[in-house]
């Protein structure tokens, strides 16, 4: 199963406090050239580039469906190019991602590759969920584990690559990071009942397992994890409390 935009949008509210407390610590200047990285819709890009005056905004992402709602946002000086994160080049005044590196691995490579490409005098800016040990992905993984889940993966059992703030905050610094801002929030969502965890999980978290899952085994899989929520949470509303890592770092001039 593809990334799937009206899925991602279900929670589009949740998803916007985030971006704003990333744009909080971006630095705003005329003329940026900036590139967003896995920019999904590319709705949170459009708001970067109506924040950043007069500046030239590319947003790139590997999902052809997601860039495909992207794309009817284009105008001249924002554009949406399909690329992984991983092949991302070039010199930038502003590497902005929002929501994910979580899905890049090897964090030690990839921090201080995004970082060598801002400019002198440039920053970049990341949030990315930390959320990797609530219980809603633990259920998910253990899910998993199980047969016949276990051996349609080959024992595939996804491994977050997301590191504490203390590294993030050292791999900055080690690089030539300033002005080093780290911090993890915890945004404390209320879900109607688990079948909204549920649909929130599908939009993002179980995007990779669907990846792997043969499509005859999708609808059980859901089923299942539905289950195993409702015997977690029995009874609605259900507080979810989601952690991310928000970090940002400038280059001297
Ligand atoms: C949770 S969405 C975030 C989208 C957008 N930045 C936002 O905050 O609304 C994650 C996006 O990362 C993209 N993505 C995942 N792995 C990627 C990679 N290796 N290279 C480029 N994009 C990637 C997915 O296709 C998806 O659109």
């Avoid at 201080?112 to 930390?130: C, E, N, R, T």
């Avoid at 043969?214 to 609605?236: C, I």
Wanted: proline share 8%; net charge negative; aromatic share 10%.
């Amino acid at each position: 199963m593809p990334w799937n935009p009206e899925c991602y949008h279900k929670f589009q509210r949740e998803r916007f406090e985030p971006f704003e407390d990333l744009l909080g610590l971006v630095k705003a200047r005329e003329n940026l050239r900036v590139i967003d990285l896995g920019c999904g819709t590319g709705e949170l890009t459009c708001r970067l580039a109506n924040h950043l005056p007069a500046s030239d905004v590319t947003g790139i992402d590997l999902s052809p469906e997601m860039l495909e709602k992207a794309a009817k946002q284009t105008r001249p000086e924002l554009r949406f190019e399909l690329k992984s994160i991983q092949e991302a080049d070039g010199e930038w005044d502003l590497v902005f991602s929002c929501a994910a590196l979580h899905w890049v691995d090897d964090h030690p490579s990839l921090v201080p590759k995004l970082f060598s490409m801002v400019s002198p005098g440039g920053q970049i800016a990341v949030q990315l969920p930390s959320n990797d040990k609530h219980a809603a992905h633990l259920l998910l993984a253990k899910l998993a584990g199980e047969e016949p889940y276990s051996s349609a993966l080959g024992g595939w059992v996804r491994v977050s690559p997301v590191l504490s703030i203390a590294a993030y905050a050292e791999l900055l610094y080690a690089h030539g990071g300033k002005e080093i801002t780290v911090f993890e929030r915890v945004y404390p969502h209320v879900l109607e009942d688990t079948d909204a965890m549920a649909d929130w999980m599908s939009g993002a978290a179980m995007v990779p397992y669907f990846d792997r899952l043969p499509e005859e085994l999708h609808d059980s899989f859901m089923k299942s994890y539905r289950e195993q929520l409702r015997l977690r949470w029995p009874l609605g509303p259900v507080f979810y409390p989601f952690r991310r890592t928000l970090f940002a770092a400038t280059r001297s001039p």
